[in-house]
């Protein structure tokens, strides 16, 4: 399971690190782009996190991914980057 609190995530599309603060969920909410575009249909269950970069800054957000760090709504994914920033 990567999702956790405390965890250290990095993202595929390149941001990141950022340590967990807090998750909730699961939930089957629509993506936001499906909800903008008016087709609020389920998806897959996922949770949704609220997290901050390593100098402690919150207020950032990660939606849609399942505990592995799968999202629901696209090929992107968390990556554990709790040892990366060892050599960062």
């Not at 993202?11 to 969920?25: E, H, M, R």
């Amino acid at each position: 399971m990567l999702l956790r609190i405390g965890a250290c995530v990095r993202t595929t599309y390149d941001t990141g690190p950022y340590i967990v603060k807090s998750l909730s969920g699961p939930c089957t909410c629509a993506s936001y782009l499906d909800h903008i575009n008016g087709c609020d249909r389920p998806s897959k269950a996922h949770f949704h996190m609220e997290v901050a970069d390593l100098s402690g800054r919150a207020g950032y957000y990660l939606n849609g991914y399942t505990l592995d760090g799968r999202s629901v709504w696209g090929n992107d994914r968390l990556i554990d980057a709790s040892q990366l920033e060892l050599f960062a």
